[in-house]
């Protein structure tokens, strides 16, 4: 499979990803996150005022879940998009649909 580049994150995941640098690999496995955006291979998907809404109501869609918020910003982000393809640990992203009905392509690591 080819990724296209840049990656796209939105800050809520990037909060995420860094939390879970610090505490498995420390500072050297944030810096090189960091340095995926340095380097301009990921970029951060900017959530308007005008799409909380939406942002809810996936919260409220997928509540059974539960959807938090930074699984919501990436739905969003594909909705806005067309990205389909999505790097994940989370298998919830089996079950998220984009715009109701797509659903999104796993990249395998």
């Not at 393809?85 to 659903?103: E, K, P, V």
Request: hydrophobic letters at 40%.
């Amino acid at each position: 499979m080819r990724l296209t580049k840049p990656l796209v994150t939105t800050w809520s995941c990037l909060t995420e990803a860094m939390y879970l640098a610090l505490h498995r690999g420390g500072w050297q496995m944030q810096k090189q996150l960091g340095q995926l955006l340095l380097d301009k291979l990921l970029t951060v998907y900017e959530v308007q005022e005008s799409d909380y809404s939406r942002l809810l109501a996936l919260m409220e869609q997928y509540r059974n879940r539960p959807m938090d918020l930074a699984d919501a910003t990436l739905v969003l982000t594909a909705e806005k998009t067309g990205y389909r393809q999505i790097l994940t640990l989370d298998s919830d992203f089996l079950f998220y649909r984009i715009c109701h009905q797509d659903t999104f392509e796993i990249i395998s690591v």
